[in-house]
């Protein structure tokens, strides 16, 4: 996000030299509203990779585990927030890239619905990607700042009179519910990749925290998701890299490990013709359907899931983002909150039965024989609650009552 | 729109065995709120003609002069609610299509902003398309009867839990505005197509009674027009018409003159590559941009333009949709209103300046020889009522205030 008189080099070397007079939208409403800037923290090159790492600052650590990444791709806003280095912060999110910083480093993350807070003024390669949309979303301590920064940004900074793709809806206040009117599905796995024991375990802990408070709990298998991965992987590719090559091969720069890996998402360097683009949006449009139909009919309110298979990976060594890569292509509000469970080697080992388990592709199988217990000690479990679309109040304002219910206060962390 | 149990075919042969168990979600939600449907309007093939004409049913003709277009795609929907055969109708808008028959044939018509109103479980070829969306909106014949269609649709259907694609933004109730605080833009000419003299005279006529009532007047020379022109039709064919394709090779019916006419739109049968697709929804986003700021800046709250060029045209004789295109490309919530005047043989003449005018494009030679002022006599002149994109409900406050001003009541004639 352009921050006028300073270079916004979005990871990439070929922006080095990128400095705007004026600053990104977002950043000039921030600046409206009072907002004191004080530093631009680290993200990855060609920002699809749950992890930090660019030719330029190198990789930010996580501040509970510095042998651990603080994901991506807001890298830096993750941990920053995390650790208590800033009040609140701002990062983006196409595939997890708020949500995975808030949930591996200790924060507090909202990727809100498409099309609320701009994104305009930026360095991207999405420039008219609108399959699956990136979004722009505070990183926090507290849900309460996440609602205090949805509030001013909308209603006060009205961001639909400074860029033209947004959408006309204020931030309506809602009240904190009773858990004892909550009804929450509960995804523990997503079919793709098996959860690590860490995991496992501060779903376990939470569902049995709000069921005792009095919350509906309902086992939920999400429908779907091999389908929703490979698409959204499509989606972010179809135009065959063209975007990411311009910015990657106007330095030259070389490619880091997971860019290579993110690059042959979908099909590569093939550039799909618009038919078949089209054909993508409309298995997407399936699957929001899909989704809308079993939270109306079964009255859902909220689902809660893993924000990844694993807490903070190594960096370099995370590969999938199924868990939240889903929530973007059904563009459903999803925020991040921390179970307070922290992983623990003497508990979060697989079981004797879990050594038998048969692995379901070789992506989940690289994601988790990469778990050994003493190489995660301490690394905070985050979860995601998910509401419907352009609910992002109600997701807020339940995600203050779960963090209630958890007891967990990361102010005191 | 499929009705369930009976026929939906689109104005495409290969569909006429097309008979669905169940309603389209906006059907499904107007007889839900009681609405009495008793037949179904004509529509051309392809939907993308200002015109009717499909080899099904024919054209259908403009209740002022049999001898013209009741325009379309809405073609049949515009003629019933003009001259009192429907209380109120529904049609889909992707280049003019509520709006144009509503101008042509004396009714009202609203297209929205995109995704309020859902188009799900209809006949189309735009699946997956979101460059320029279609949406889809009431034809009425006051605007009260739009503000009603619109409330109740949206507040008491809540079409965002039967359409996932859907945005949860209810309809607020705006109250009518007083003329003496409304701020109007008026486009007089587009820079493509210069507007026929019955057009002219109900433009100046429409202005005057404003400007007596108190509307400050600004006028508005809207920028990039060509550029949204040729976009907008890019946009519509840039998967080279394979949907199109599909549906009318299935019968291998003939094609209707405007159909051949419309599939050569952009680059016609070339399938355009995802970069080139998003390259064209970047230009969008910019033109966006460009009128969001204009609009803001100058502190103007509508823009009055007319809906076409000309009045009615013959059918089979209507080529450019310069006119309502730029509010699709634009995504303008915008409100066809009748201007009172229709037109008269002896007054609505090309002057002897008109005729020394040195035309700027084939297209607007097509279109101005085309005007005969003995052959259009008696059609009507609809205007057009565009404000800020999600602000619907104040163009439909203000629509109610302008038509008080222009005391125009269709349930008089």
Same mark, same amino acid.
């Given at each position: 996000?352009?921050?006028?008189?300073?270079?916004?080099?979005?990871?990439?070397?070929?922006?080095?030299?990128?400095?705007?007079?004026?600053?990104?939208?977002?950043?000039?409403?921030?600046?409206?509203?009072?907002?004191?800037?004080?530093?631009?923290?680290?993200?990855?090159?060609?920002?699809?990779?749950?992890?930090?790492?660019?030719?330029?600052?190198?990789?930010?650590?996580?501040?509970?585990?510095?042998?651990?990444?603080?994901?991506?791709?807001?890298?830096?806003?993750?941990?920053?927030?995390?650790?208590?280095?800033?009040?609140?912060?701002?990062?983006?999110?196409?595939?997890?890239?708020?949500?995975?910083?808030?949930?591996?480093?200790?924060?507090?993350?909202?990727?809100?619905?498409?099309?609320?807070?701009?994104?305009?003024?930026?360095?991207?390669?999405?420039?008219?990607?609108?399959? %699956?949309?990136?979004?722009?979303?505070?990183?926090?301590?507290?849900?309460?700042?996440?609602?205090?920064?949805?509030?001013?940004?909308?209603?006060?900074?009205?961001?639909?009179?400074?860029?033209?793709?947004?959408?006309?809806?204020?931030?309506?206040?809602?009240?904190?519910?009773?858990?004892?009117?909550?009804?929450?599905?509960?995804?523990?796995?997503?079919?793709? %990749?098996?959860?690590?024991?860490?995991?496992?375990?501060?779903?376990?802990?939470?569902?049995?925290?709000?069921?005792?408070?009095?919350?509906?709990?309902?086992?939920?298998?999400?429908?779907?998701?091999?389908?929703?991965?490979?698409?959204?992987?499509?989606?972010?590719?179809?135009?065959?890299?063209?975007?990411?090559?311009?910015?990657?091969?106007?330095?030259?720069?070389?490619?880091?490990?997971?860019?290579?890996?993110?690059?042959?998402?979908?099909?590569?360097?093939?550039?799909?013709?618009?038919?078949?683009?089209?054909?993508?949006?409309?298995?997407?449009?399936?699957?929001?359907?899909?989704?809308?139909?079993?939270?109306?009919?079964?009255?859902?309110?909220?689902?809660?899931?893993?924000?990844?298979?694993?807490?903070?990976?190594?960096?370099?060594?995370?590969?999938?983002?199924?868990?939240?890569?889903?929530?973007?292509?059904?563009?459903?509000?999803?925020?991040?909150?921390?179970?307070?469970?922290?992983?623990?080697?003497?508990?979060?080992?697989?079981?004797?039965?879990?050594?038998?388990?048969?692995?379901?592709?070789?992506?989940?199988?690289?994601?988790?024989?990469?778990?050994?217990?003493?190489?995660?000690?301490?690394?905070?479990?985050?979860?995601?609650?998910?509401?419907?679309?352009?609910?992002?109040?109600?997701?807020?304002?339940?995600?203050?009552?779960?963090?209630?219910?958890?007891?967990?206060?990361?102010?005191?962390?």
């Amino acid at each position: 996000m352009n921050y006028k008189g300073r270079i916004t080099h979005g990871g990439y070397v070929s922006k080095l030299d990128n400095v705007t007079p004026e600053h990104g939208v977002t950043n000039q409403i921030l600046a409206n509203l009072g907002a004191v800037f004080y530093v631009r923290t680290n993200q990855p090159q060609t920002l699809m990779h749950l992890d930090s790492g660019n030719n330029v600052n190198g990789f930010s650590k996580n501040p509970f585990n510095l042998l651990l990444s603080s994901g991506g791709s807001s890298s830096g806003e993750g941990a920053i927030s995390g650790f208590g280095g800033s009040a609140i912060g701002v990062g983006s999110d196409i595939g997890g890239s708020i949500r995975a910083p808030a949930a591996y480093s200790g924060s507090i993350g909202l990727r809100p619905s498409s099309k609320r807070i701009s994104g305009l003024g930026a360095i991207s390669s999405g420039a008219g990607q609108e399959s %699956v949309p990136a979004v722009i979303g505070p990183l926090t301590r507290s849900v309460d700042d996440v609602d205090l920064w949805m509030d001013a940004y909308i209603n006060e900074g009205k961001p639909w009179e400074l860029d033209g793709t947004l959408i006309h809806m204020p931030w309506r206040k809602v009240d904190k519910p009773n858990p004892a009117d909550l009804t929450i599905a509960v995804i523990r796995d997503d079919g793709l %990749v098996r959860v690590s024991p860490p995991v496992r375990r501060a779903l376990n802990e939470t569902v049995e925290k709000l069921r005792a408070a009095g919350v509906k709990i309902v086992e939920f298998t999400p429908p779907n998701t091999k389908l929703a991965y490979e698409t959204v992987h499509k989606m972010y590719t179809c135009d065959g890299n063209y975007m990411q090559r311009e910015l990657l091969s106007a330095s030259g720069e070389p490619l880091t490990k997971l860019t290579k890996w993110s690059l042959n998402y979908g099909e590569g360097a093939r550039d799909f013709p618009a038919s078949e683009n089209r054909k993508l949006n409309y298995i997407r449009d399936g699957l929001r359907q899909e989704y809308t139909e079993y939270l109306v009919k079964n009255k859902v309110d909220f689902i809660l899931s893993p924000a990844y298979n694993n807490v903070a990976p190594h960096s370099e060594e995370v590969y999938n983002w199924s868990y939240t890569s889903l929530f973007n292509i059904l563009d459903l509000p999803t925020l991040v909150i921390q179970s307070g469970v922290f992983q623990d080697p003497n508990v979060d080992k697989w079981t004797e039965e879990d050594l038998k388990y048969k692995y379901r592709s070789p992506l989940e199988q690289l994601e988790n024989e990469n778990y050994h217990p003493d190489e995660f000690i301490g690394a905070p479990v985050g979860l995601q609650l998910s509401g419907r679309r352009y609910f992002d109040e109600e997701v807020v304002a339940a995600g203050k009552a779960i963090v209630d219910v958890l007891g967990v206060d990361l102010f005191k962390h």
